[in-house]
DNA sequence: AAAAATTTTTAGACTAGTCTAAAAACCGCT
DNA sequence: AGCGGTTTTTAGACTAGTCTAAAAATTTTT
């Protein structure tokens, strides 16, 4: 049945690469794009386009960019899912803090064995959302919803809960932990400030503090009922 | 100070097979048991030696056989370190029978995180034996030492506790769980056959099984006090 | 000690993945 | 419709790792 196509893991690199542009620029994944986000040579790409076209995993016509076919899609997102629970592991498990585990994690996730990511899922109690609050996609390749906004977008008095990053980085996310601004806690906004889009806000009905607009742009909120 | 050597997967199983060879063969590996310990021909060990050995890994002279430097071999009692501490996870956290586990950690030993390696050994309460009862090296290459003889060396009315297992193919540890033979069973010798150097055994002090000669030479045992 | 058998090395070729430089195609603008 | 700039593809070369076939060295047998 299963022809058994072997996928080497810079193919299934490639293949999560495009998944990602596409999924945030809407449809189709310039070689550039795809270069940029590899840190390879647009020549390098071109060349594993062919190969992975030749594959069948995505759709491929010169100078058009590309779109993952029905099967590249379910293996990027199985790459994301192992990633994502790899990320809960070292977490919860291994007591690592959520600006150490992403490097681990991209040499993690390409351990080939279904029962071990299925297991190691069950071990973790089967989360949802990785320490990063991205969604976890099932082994079908759905993910969660959840209802969420930016920071950046709540009006005075309204209150709601950290429940995930926009942005990945290290110097992010220490600053984050610096701050007690983890995922879970609640807050408020105090008041919103014209001058530089600062907002001062209220953590956990205790602190008082003022984030920068850069900052309020990628910190994910779920709101809460404001009574 | 550390010159930063970059070793690749391929070159990390090359050390860790020599190290194995070695390791029972006495002193020098040979190209053709290199080439049968890792499925290749004798020609791309050859190629591979060359490298190694200019790597300053290991110490090559023209048909004289290998032997791993100081440096080779702490590489490959790391990666062996690596490999046994996966095979606990899997069994322990992860419920894997000890006859699924070798694959998988084939592949994770190779994750290079110095940092993650440490924090799982401390998760799994710092075992000293894998689960087919080889004992795991400590960061310094160290491996704990443990009185134990083959189960075919017992005399009649000697006892002990089952160890380890010398073959480690599947087929012999799916046998052994049928028999329920795992590690620290304890069993006594009733009876020795010189017909076919078979043994007639008693498990727990409760079950009585006969072993062939085969199976007696591929159980350690640690001999208990016989009172 | 020479012949035969075995082991090891060399030579040459192949694949996956990468690069740089140059050519070709595409896009925006006049 | 054509020019200029950008993006993409092609061409050609390189590395790591592999192979087969043949040559060279070593070991075993007679
Ligand atoms: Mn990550
Ligand atoms: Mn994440
Ligand atoms: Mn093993
Ligand atoms: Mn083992």
Request: with cysteine; net charge negative.
């Amino acid at each position: 049945m299963n022809s058994a196509i072997t996928i080497s893991t810079t193919e299934e690199n490639y293949l999560k690469t495009i998944y990602q542009i596409s999924e945030k620029a809407g449809k189709t994944a310039t070689t550039n794009a795809i270069a940029g986000g590899l840190s390879t040579s647009a020549a390098s790409v071109t060349d594993m386009l062919k190969r992975l076209s030749e594959k069948g995993l995505l759709h491929y016509e010169k100078y058009k960019g590309v779109s993952l076919t029905q099967t590249g899609q379910k293996l990027a997102t199985a790459l994301i899912r192992k990633h994502r629970l790899w990320e809960v592991f070292l977490v919860e498990k291994l007591r690592f803090s959520w600006d150490e585990v992403h490097e681990i994690a991209e040499q993690l996730e390409h351990i080939k064995s279904p029962e071990l990511i299925e297991r190691l899922d069950d071990h973790l109690g089967f989360p949802k959302f990785d320490p990063h609050g991205d969604p976890i996609p099932d082994a079908e390749g759905n993910f969660a919803f959840r209802q969420q906004v930016l920071l950046s977008t709540l009006e005075k008095g309204e209150a709601g809960i950290i429940v995930g990053v926009q942005e990945h980085s290290t110097t992010f996310l220490q600053y984050l932990d610096r701050m007690n601004l983890q995922l879970g806690v609640q807050l408020k906004v105090l008041e919103h400030f014209d001058y530089d889009e600062s907002l001062s806000i209220l953590l956990n009905e205790k602190k008082e503090l003022v984030l920068s607009h850069k900052v309020c742009q990628n910190l994910f909120i779920t709101k809460s009922e404001t009574t």
